[in-house]
Nanobody
Framework: QVQLVESGGGLVQAGGSLRLSCAASGSIFSINAMGWYRQAPGKQRELVAA???????NYADSVKGRATISRDNAKNTVYLQMNSLKPEDTAVYYCNARLKTEGWGLPSDYWGQGTQVTVSS
């Protein structure tokens, strides 16, 4: 059993900042990539940022320069720092981890329950 628990969402004014955290726990052998996705009402879920086990990062064009993803491998935790928030950043943010629960086979994707981020203008 694997759980991803997110925290740090909430209501923030435009131009403000917030930091999301996601901790993975349970039967984890290894974690490959971790990332953050978001889904706004009426829209598809989209990648915000991802980070590999080697700390390579990837960002959506819409957040480049405003977001920083990082991870603490010892804690199986990924963070997303977002600055200069805009109303269009309003969405439910989901944590993702691609991981293995055993020492063989292919990794699988696991998701958190989502945390609401609302940016007021």
């Amino acid at each position: 059993q694997v759980q991803l628990v997110e925290s740090g969402g909430g209501l923030v004014q435009a131009g403000g900042s917030l930091r999301l955290s996601c901790a993975a726990s349970g039967s984890i052998f290894s974690i490959n990539a971790m990332g953050w996705y978001r889904q706004a009402p009426g829209k598809q879920r989209e990648l915000v940022a991802a980070i590999s086990s080697g700390a390579s990062t990837n960002y959506a064009d819409s957040v480049k320069g405003r977001a920083t993803i990082s991870r603490d491998n010892a804690k199986n935790t990924v963070y997303l720092q977002m600055n200069s928030l805009k109303p269009e950043d309003t969405a439910v943010y989901y944590c993702n981890a691609r991981l293995k629960t055993e020492g063989w086979g292919l990794p699988s994707d696991y998701w958190g329950q989502g945390t609401q981020v609302t940016v007021s203008s």
